[in-house]
Each structure stands twice: as structure tokens, then as C-alpha cells.
């Protein structure tokens, strides 16, 4: 990808990953990402925000061609997707120092081996001068690590995030189609940064009185207007959740299957909404921005080996891990002869702030008094849910 002009001495030199297919070892990439750096030039001097992850080493290499000297790398956050390439970015520009928080420099030093005198230890607020053109270095810490930063840069209203309001889409648009986005945004949320909603909110609070043009994160493209998705994180760290049922299950021989179908048809009664995931085929990109919104997950799963399946544990220790604003939990599904279902769910759901509703397990094919049990569960999740929102 070539550099393009955002604004008049600001560039954006995006590597797009159009067949990365898989992020952290993890979620699911559908639709590809990008790693974006900027180029900044003032009247005096020039600062790269960021580099790009070291399997596009060449792209960034090739956009910097023609830039003779940078005397400012800025690094926000240490993880390698963004920091990886900043060693050759070094070699290349001997001269450049890294602006860096201070926790950002040990993690740069432990994860890269950036020598010491490389580094220009930036302080929250403090203001770097490029000539005609200044750097704002505001410390935002737990999106999603302890070091990262943002920099606001002034004159033209441009803040550049990092992975704070990145989007997991590759694209050759420099500007976000926000319809288009928004998915690709929650997916990045839901499994980035959901688990740190409350530093969030404080990092919304503190760059809200910033008089904002463009927000240029380094995933996927910019927002032209910010207040969209300003907005959108509000709802997903603060929003009360919806009346919506997560219900990732796994069957073996067909009985979770009934009893997943049983509890979701007497849910749609009541008017309870259900986002079904079979395990392991659905995508945990889906479960992940489900659980964004959702007041309840029930676990579907058999007893094998008397205990849980290993793939409805592994959906638990995902939610756990994720810590969405859910509220109920609870878990169904068939056993053989006995086991220790319940116990494992719902130890794995432990740092979950949420009322475990009585689970239903029926033995070997589910009979009448299984499918009432269920019933009475849809009763209690609706009743439960009631006065919540529907989106
Ligand atoms: Fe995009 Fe935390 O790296």
C-alpha cells in the first residue's frame, strides 16, 4: 500500500493484512486487518507515530523510502503488531528518538531489546514541538496494556490511538464507511478491550475535551467523525445489557441439541432475543461481540469424561477472560451417568459477576419432566430480563 495524505504534513502509511486470518493465536480475522502508521512532518522536524507488525516490515520500509530523516519514533503501546518494525526503523534513522511512556520503555526494552539511550521518556500531557506542528502525549493505560498512550496533535485535531478504536478490516478506504465498520470495531472491542471497560470509561472522560477532526487509530481505517464511534464505546462499556440469551452449545449425539432448541423456541416466546453458536464451528469473533451486549449466557453441553466437553469449557474460560457485563449464567445439556458438569462451568466463569440460575441436565435423552425444567427456566431468564433494552 502507498502512503497517503491524511492532512496537509500527515500521512498515513498503513501495511493492510488482507489475508491474516487469525489474531492472537485466537479470534478469527474475516475480514483481514491493517497496521497503521503515521508520518508526521512540521516545519522543523518529523515524527513516525507507531510502526507496523514485523511480517510488513518491506511495506513500511518501502513508504519511508523517501524520507530522509525522522527525529521522533512514537511508540504508544509495546505489543509487537505495532512496535515490531520500530528496530529496523531505528537502523534506518540512528538519529530518532523513541517517545515513550514510562512504563512503554520497559515493555520495549523487555519485548525488542531497544537499548537504552534510544529513549525519550514522555510524560502524561507533556507537548513535543515538530516547528509548526506539536505532539500532545496523553497516558491512557489498559487499552489494552498498562503502557499505552495516545497523541493528540493539536493543530490539526488529529488523535492517534493505537489499538483504542482499531478495527479488525483491511481496506484500501482511509476513512471508515461507519456501517461497514462497526463490526469489525466490535470484534476488536469485544476481544481487546472488554476486559479493561472501566479503565476505558476514564480514558473516554479524559479525551472527550479534545477538540477532535479525525481519530487515526492502527487498526483499520480513521473516523472522519469521531463522535460515532465515541459513542459506540460509551454504549459498550457503560450500557446496562440487553435482553439477549448467548447460547454457544456443543452436542454429541443430539440430546444438548434438543434441549438447546427446547430453551431457545420457549425464550423466542417470551420475547427473550437468542444468538445460538454451535461449538466448535461458529465463529468465537461472534461470540465475543455477542457477549457485548448480553444479559445472560447459558452453556449447552454433554457430560463426557464426567465432566464438562472440553469445548463448552473452553467458550467459559473465554467469557471469563472477556468479562462482559453479563448478569446470569446457567447451563444445560445431558449426561450418561454422572459428573462434575455444573462444578467446572461454573468454576471457569469465576471472575464473573454473575447469578448462576439453576442449571438442567437431564439424563440420557431428555424426557417431559427435562423439557419443563426448561420451561421454567425460560420463565425465570425472561422474568429476569424484563425492563431490559432490545436493540
Ligand atoms: Fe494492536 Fe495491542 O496490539
Given at each position: 500500500m502507498v502512503k497517503r495524505k491524511i492532512s496537509e504534513g500527515v500521512q498515513l502509511l498503513a501495511a493492510v493484512?488482507?489475508?491474516?486470518?487469525?489474531f492472537d493465536s485466537l479470534?478469527?480475522?474475516?475480514d483481514g486487518t491493517s497496521y497503521n502508521a503515521y508520518l508526521v512532518e512540521g516545519s522543523e522536524k518529523a515524527a513516525l507515530i507507531d510502526t507496523v507488525d514485523p511480517t510488513m516490515t518491506g511495506v513500511l520500509g518501502g513508504q519511508l523510502?523517501?524520507?530522509?530523516?525522522?527525529?521522533y519514533v512514537v511508540a504508544?503501546?509495546?505489543?509487537?503488531?505495532?512496535?515490531?518494525s520500530l528496530p529496523f526503523v531505528l537502523e534506518r534513522y540512528p538519529r530518532a528518538k523513541v517517545l515513550v511512556s514510562l512504563k512503554g520503555k520497559e515493555i520495549l526494552s523487555d519485548h525488542l531489546?531497544?537499548?537504552?539511550?534510544k529513549f525519550q521518556v514522555v510524560q502524561d500531557g507533556e507537548e513535543v514541538s515538530l516547528g509548526n506542528k506539536t505532539l500532545r502525549f496523553l497516558y491512557t493505560p489498559?487499552?489494552?496494556?498498562?503502557?499505552t498512550m495516545v497523541t493528540y496533535l493539536k493543530e490539526e485535531g488529529i488523535l492517534f490511538t493505537?489499538?483504542?478504536?482499531?478495527?479488525h478490516l483491511a481496506t484500501?478506504?482511509?476513512?471508515?464507511?461507519e456501517e461497514q465498520v462497526l463490526e469489525p470495531a466490535k470484534r476488536y472491542f469485544a476481544e481487546i478491550m472488554m476486559p479493561f471497560r472501566a479503565a476505558i470509561e476514564k480514558n473516554l472522560e479524559k479525551i472527550r475535551g479534545l477538540s477532535l477532526e479525525i481519530i487515526a487509530p492502527s487498526h483499520g481505517p480513521l473516523w472522519k467523525n469521531p463522535s460515532f464511534i465515541l459513542e459506540h464505546y460509551q454504549k459498550w462499556v457503560s450500557a446496562p445489557p440487553e435482553n439477549l440469551v448467548v447460547l454457544p452449545y456443543v452436542s454429541m449425539h443430539g440430546s444438548t441439541r434438543l434441549m438447546v432448541d427446547y430453551l431457545s423456541d420457549e425464550l423466542i416466546k417470551r420475547n427473550v432475543r437468542v444468538a445460538h453458536f454451535e461449538l466448535p464451528s461458529s465463529d468465537l469473533g461472534k461470540i465475543a461481540i455477542s457477549l457485548v451486549d448480553a444479559a445472560t449466557v447459558v452453556l449447552g453441553t454433554p457430560t463426557v469424561h464426567a465432566g464438562a466437553h472440553p469445548y463448552a469449557l473452553f467458550i467459559a474460560s473465554l467469557a471469563n477472560a472477556l468479562r462482559?457485563?453479563?448478569k446470569y449464567a446457567t447451563i444445560i445439556g445431558s449426561y450418561g451417568w454422572g459428573g462434575k458438569t455444573v462444578e467446572q462451568i461454573t468454576q471457569a466463569l469465576g471472575n464473573l459477576k454473575v447469578e448462576v440460575l439453576p442449571p438442567v441436565l437431564a439424563k440420557g435423552l431428555p424426557r417431559e419432566t427435562d423439557f419443563r425444567a426448561l420451561e421454567k427456566l425460560a420463565e425465570e431468564i425472561a422474568s429476569r430480563h424484563e425492563g431490559l433494552k432490545e436493540e
Open positions: 493484512d488482507w489475508g491474516r486470518r487469525l479470534i478469527p480475522l474475516p523510502r523517501e524520507v530522509p530523516e525522522l527525529n504508544h503501546h509495546g505489543e509487537q503488531d505495532h512496535s515490531g531489546h531497544i537499548p537504552e539511550e489498559w487499552v489494552h496494556w498498562p503502557e493505537c489499538d483504542f478504536f482499531g478495527s484500501s478506504d482511509i476513512f471508515a464507511r462482559p457485563k453479563l
